[in-house]
């Protein structure tokens, strides 16, 4: 499942940045099961991308298509389809339910892979099991993020998208998270891409590309 961006341009986005970005205003295809770092300091539209490319926004120039199906042709319900079985993603300010336990958060999901363990195993691996039934308004971001990450991986995906997915994790629980990430996205055969501040990020990618 390729995915193929053709002169995309975000309204806002100011045309200097278009001109110094690798993706703004660039022909580009993102092969099925590559892994893709996509890096640029803040303010250069790195949940933009991600939020275009998951079919939140449609605030842009160009066009993209995934696996030959032009973004804009699709149905509300194409999307669903689209989001339930083929995307997943994390997203930077992760958008979970504060008045609801971890747990309930991660029941909410409609469809689980087949590859999706019960939840306490994977909370174990990233050593939040012990918090599955707190409400998540009493965790730390970095227990958020780690609940956040577990539901994005629970459900069926070709490709995963991951905003800053490091950003509130210590050494240890980003190795934690990496493993966990890279061991679900082979078993789903999937593409990534994933947003950074840096160039260089603990999920080592097969391609950089500056925003």
Excluded at 9 to 31: E, M, N, R, Y
Excluded at 106 to 130: F, N
Aim: hydrophobic content about 40%.
């Amino acid at each position: 499942m390729k995915i193929e961006l053709k002169q995309i341009i975000p309204g806002p986005l100011p045309a200097p940045l278009v001109t110094a970005s690798q993706i703004w205003g660039k022909d580009l295809t993102l092969k099925e099961g590559q892994s893709i770092l996509a890096y640029a300091p803040s303010g250069k539209g790195k949940s933009t991308l991600l939020h275009i490319l998951y079919g939140l926004r449609n605030d842009f120039k160009g066009s993209f298509s995934l696996s030959n199906s032009l973004s804009g042709e699709q149905t509300f319900e194409d999307w669903q389809e689209w989001r339930s079985q083929k995307l997943s993603i994390l997203f930077q300010d992760l958008r979970l339910f504060p008045h609801l336990t971890a747990r309930e958060n991660l029941d909410l999901l409609p469809v689980l892979s087949p590859h999706a363990p019960p939840v306490e195993e994977w909370g174990e691996r990233l050593e939040v099991s012990a918090l599955l039934d707190q409400k998540i308004s009493t965790l730390s971001l970095g227990q958020r993020q780690r609940i956040a990450l577990i539901r994005c991986l629970r459900k069926p995906f070709r490709w995963l998208f991951l905003d800053e997915p490091f950003s509130h994790l210590d050494r240890p629980n980003t190795e934690l998270a990496v493993r966990l990430i890279e061991e679900v996205r082979q078993k789903n055969g999937a593409g990534l891409i994933l947003t950074s501040l840096q160039e260089i990020s603990p999920l080592v990618c097969d391609r950089s590309i500056q925003l």
